[in-house]
């Protein structure tokens, strides 16, 4: 059974710092793994999606690393923003789960940026 | 403006008395799924549906009914809603394929006393 992991829970860093967001799986046959944003009273907006055999995807000043083989991910932010603050999720698309169209949810790092 | 769209965003009501919270969707996606997300749980796949009239049980399928009669649209049924359903929840959807990003809609907030 798939499992995904998000280290820290919370995260609280001054403005302007670079940061890195971790995200681990527990098996490795995936098909992708998606970053989402999730505000507050609102839904989840994606950020990044990396297929399998892909290495890394960047948009602006994020950019999300995958390590298949070692069941792991970081999402890196540079030049934090108070914008920035949310929750961060990692989900991972298994090949052996629901048909491979289930995306199992790591429970998410709150990240907060202070001026 | 491509969305996904649930109905009603809150709603506070009583065991028992059924509810169906709407989704749909204007993307042509095949793919559409419920999730509810629990304080220290994430996000839990509740039905999934591959396409017009195919569902399928996602973890957490118990206390829950969909239907899928129309490519947009997807809806959750609480037949008998029980206070363990407190939770939110979100409809998503993609196309097919399964390397397709899933797009989510705002969420509902169901509080059942």
């Known amino acids: 059974k798939q499992e995904v992991t998000q280290i820290p829970a919370a995260l609280s860093v001054p403005e302007g710092e670079n940061l890195v967001l971790n995200c681990s799986f527990t098996d490795s046959a995936i098909y992708n793994l998606q970053w989402f944003r999730q505000d507050p009273g609102k839904g989840l907006t994606s950020l990044l999606l990396?297929?399998?055999?892909?290495r890394e995807q960047t948009s602006g000043r994020l950019n999300a690393s995958l390590d298949k083989s070692s069941g792991r991910s970081t999402l890196y932010i540079a030049a934090s923003q108070p914008g920035d603050s949310a929750t961060y999720l990692c989900a991972v698309r298994s090949t052996l789960t629901g048909g491979g169209n289930k995306l199992t949810f790591g429970t998410g790092t709150q990240l907060k940026v202070e001026l | 403006e491509a969305q996904v769209t649930q109905n009603p965003r809150y709603l506070i009501t009583v065991t028992g008395k059924k509810l169906t919270v709407t989704c749909s969707q204007n993307m042509n996606h095949e793919y559409m799924s419920w999730y509810r997300q629990d304080p220290g749980l994430g996000l839990r796949q509740i039905y999934y549906?591959?396409?017009?009239?195919?569902?399928d049980k996602g973890d957490v399928p118990e206390g829950y009914k969909v239907s899928r009669k129309e490519k947009r649209n997807f809806p959750l049924i609480l037949e008998s809603p029980s206070p363990n359903q407190t939770s939110l929840y979100f409809c998503a959807s993609s196309f097919g394929g399964r390397n397709q990003p899933q797009h989510f809609g705002d969420g509902t907030r169901l509080s059942i006393l």
């Open positions: 549906s591959m396409n017009v009239e195919v569902t």
């Open positions: 990396i297929q399998s055999s892909q």
